[in-house]
């Protein structure tokens, strides 16, 4: 089967909600434009429930099927990026320093095609809860929403995402099972010794050089400290120190990121880099601050979610163009917050050769909304398909 008829008719009228949102884009969770044009195609296309306000902007909208049955959540993040647009196109951001520079327009027109078929046709038992989501970028928006009680309210039993992916075949599906995408930490050391005159570095406690020692033992988590053959980025992407040639500081300060798929791994980076700084403090007779901020959890996939997910998928755009054994990403998402409270899946999907994601060229491909679109309906109606029986 490839896309659904009825939401191919619906192609040209996606392409333009989503070029509006893409020349309105909104940050975190002040998404309140988008969540009204958003609240307003719901109203126009009969959904049964909207319920606004969640997680500031954040929608939950509720379409009920024929019968009685389960609900299933199918989610779609709404916010921009602080980036400056340069794609050129004629519906490019109207906000400076802002733009869909990741794909949440369009991930957002898919959930909102999937809902005027689904309000249309509701060719389910049961209920679907679409979950349309700020502040995926900055500020954990899918953790709010869980924590504001989305799943137990809704009662919703599982839930789905999607997110476009450059650089893949367009309209090709690609995923794994357990982890898909990784968690994110970052870490800040400070390095307080003692400055002085350049030309008299005896007199000093010099913080640069205990800093430079911190950030090459830090690697050796990596090479030491971890199975090889597992996934852990430790990267340092900030060092600052210093005003002059001829001072030695009497500070320096270095930054970075963490990326790990497993809880017994993400605590034992934490731990020995508390141990590294420690130990480098008595070498270098410094003292150093150390502070971690905990970002998103890894996003781990349900195997049996994953296994329907891409019989789905193979249904709209065939089996050879879905994949279940994809390399996990490195990148983090906040969806992982809704995949640990219920059972789900998150899955790729491609749309061509376009620039990456968080790139000021990036553009979303309007190509494969209908194909997003068309999976998120057939999810629900496969999920929980009416009794045809007699």
């Not at 995926?136 to 989305?150: C, F, L, N, P, T």
């Not at 090459?216 to 971890?226: C, D, G, M, V």
């Not at 491909?365 to 398909?385: C, H, K, T, W, Y």
Request: charged share 20%; proline share 5%.
């Amino acid at each position: 089967m490839p896309i659904l008829n009825r939401i191919g008719d619906y192609a040209p009228e996606m392409t333009q909600w989503r070029q509006w949102m893409h020349r309105n884009p909104e940050l975190g969770f002040a998404c309140h434009k988008t969540a009204a044009f958003v609240a307003d195609k719901l109203r126009e296309f009969g959904v049964d429930e909207i319920h606004q306000g969640i997680a500031t902007t954040g929608i939950v909208a509720i379409i009920n099927g024929q019968g009685a049955g389960e609900t299933i959540g199918l989610r779609a993040d709404m916010d921009a990026l602080p980036i400056v647009e340069a794609t050129g196109a004629d519906y490019a951001s109207e906000i400076p320093g802002k733009m869909h520079a990741c794909g949440h327009d369009g991930h957002t027109t898919m959930l909102l095609g999937a809902a005027k078929y689904l309000a249309e046709t509701r060719n389910f038992k049961g209920r679907v809860a679409l979950i349309f989501q700020p502040a995926e970028e900055d500020g954990g928006g899918g953790e709010v929403m869980v924590q504001e009680g989305i799943m137990d309210r809704f009662d919703v039993k599982q839930v789905y995402g999607i997110h476009n992916a450059p650089m893949h075949p367009t309209g090709s599906f690609h995923t794994n099972t357990g982890p898909v995408m990784a968690a994110v930490d970052e870490f800040e050391v400070k390095v307080n010794g003692k400055g002085g005159h350049a030309a008299a570095p005896h007199e000093t406690k010099d913080p640069v050089i205990a800093a430079v020692a911190m950030v090459q033992a830090l690697q050796s988590i990596i090479s030491r400290n971890h199975r090889p053959t597992d996934d852990l980025v430790i990267s340092v992407t900030q060092f600052h120190a210093g005003t002059a040639n001829n001072v030695i500081p009497a500070q320096a300060v270095f930054s970075g990121t963490i990326r790990t798929f497993s809880k017994d791994v993400r605590a034992m980076v934490f731990r020995r880099i508390a141990e590294i700084v420690k130990g480098h403090e008595a070498t270098f007779e410094v003292t150093a601050e150390l502070v971690f901020d905990e970002g998103y959890p890894a996003t781990v996939n349900h195997a049996a979610n994953v296994d329907f997910a891409a019989s789905v998928a193979s249904e709209i755009v065939g089996g050879e163009n879905v994949r279940t054994d994809a390399m996990r990403e490195m990148g983090a998402e906040d969806f992982s917050y809704m995949i640990e409270a219920r059972p789900g899946a998150y899955l790729f999907l491609g749309q061509g050769e376009t620039a990456d994601c968080h790139h000021p060229a990036y553009d979303f491909n309007d190509e494969i909304a209908p194909i997003g679109a068309s999976f998120f309906a057939r999810l629900v109606e496969r999920a929980q398909p009416l009794d045809r029986t007699p």
